[in-house]
């Protein structure tokens, strides 16, 4: 899968995807992928209310988190994911 994206990169949405990740570190984060899709949704259908967006439009949106994932992997100097985050533990009071 390595890099198959820029073999096929005539698809806009890769397109936009890796230009957008060239352009701006917020969304090589760890909030971007939540980012990415939001500034997606936003800027491919202006206006529009959560409840009418297309079924269409909803997986696109999950296809630009999907390339963001796999060109983040391929490009490590683009990735400013932390890798090893301490996993969130219960407390428990008194035993």
Known sequence: MKNN???SIKNPTKQW?????NEDSYYCQDIGNS?????YLCEFNP??????LTLQAIS???KVSRWRN??????PH???RDRFKPK???VTKGA
Request: glycine share 0%; hydrophobic share 45%; charged share 25%.
């Open 5 to 7: 994206y820029l073999n």
């Open 60 to 62: 696109n949106s999950v």
């Open 35 to 39: 980012a990415i899709i939001k500034h």
């Open 17 to 21: 995807t890796f230009s957008l990740l």
């Open 78 to 80: 683009l990735d400013k």
């Open 47 to 52: 206006n529009t209310k959560v409840e009418d």
């Open 70 to 75: 796999i060109i983040l992997l391929d490009n």
């Open 88 to 90: 969130k533990r219960f």
